[in-house]
């Protein structure tokens, strides 16, 4: 079974802090993708990677950065964490074609 | 551009009865469309795809959903509702690039009551 594992599920962090969240997936899939959800917006896209250290903006990377140093981690960066970046927030990966497959999600809440 | 329209917010049945959960797209070309499910603290789960073959896709647990290009849609139905399908269901598009960008609609909570 494929595994897309987030470090956190439950997140706390003050204004203006550095936060990092992490993905690992364990199926050497090529594509990697930064999901936020929030309540009748569905999931918003915020960055994805096709390759290592190759990435692009979504949707929404407005405040956010990333980083994909090896194939298997992809992680989002808040640089200066706001309370609009209070929210749930999903890492997927997927090989080629076939659909992503979505990691349990991270709810980050800023304060 | 790809774009999906979930047509309820929140969608109620009884136990035993049918299911439907509406989504219509919109997209310039013949476009590949999911259904995912999601359960209250867990991820996302693909219930189905349409990919150009057949229209009627048929997934897990009991669901299925056909293509309808005439009217665009691509509706989500299950003969008869089990109280563990209460969750929230996306409709979702493919983008328009080679690496399977995604546009979600905006949900749809299914409630089943006993």
């Known amino acids: 079974d494929v595994k897309v594992t987030q470090s956190s599920r439950y997140l706390v962090k003050r204004t203006g802090e550095k936060v990092f969240l992490e993905c690992v997936q364990d199926m050497d899939h090529e594509n990697m993708f930064w999901y936020r959800q929030d309540p009748g917006l569905g999931l918003r896209l915020i960055y994805f990677?096709?390759?290592?250290?190759?990435?692009e903006k979504g949707d929404i990377p407005e405040g956010y950065s990333v980083s994909r140093e090896k194939k298997e981690r992809f992680s989002l960066i808040l640089e200066s964490a706001s309370t609009n970046q209070t929210s749930m927030y999903l890492c997927?990966?997927?090989?080629?074609?076939?659909?992503?497959?979505f990691g349990p999600g991270t709810r980050l809440t800023v304060t | 551009a790809q774009s999906v329209t979930q047509l309820d917010s929140h969608v109620s049945v009884s136990e035993g009865t049918p299911v439907l959960l509406r989504c219509n797209y919109s997209?310039?070309?013949?476009?590949?469309l999911f259904w995912y499910v999601q359960h209250p603290n867990k991820g996302l789960q693909l219930l189905l795809k349409y990919t150009s073959a057949a229209t009627l896709v048929k997934g897990i647990n009991g669901f299925e959903a056909e293509f309808k290009k005439s009217e665009t849609s691509f509706h989500l139905t299950k003969p008869s509702a089990h109280m563990s399908d209460a969750a929230e269901y996306f409709c979702?598009?493919?983008?328009?690039?080679?690496?399977?960008?995604?546009?979600f609609g905006t949900g749809t909570r299914l409630l089943v009551s006993p």
């Open positions: 979702v598009v493919s983008g328009n690039t080679g690496f399977q960008k995604l546009v």
């Open positions: 997209s310039s070309y013949s476009p590949s």
């Open positions: 997927a990966s997927s090989l080629g074609g076939v659909s992503p497959y």
């Open positions: 990677s096709y390759d290592v250290k190759m990435k």
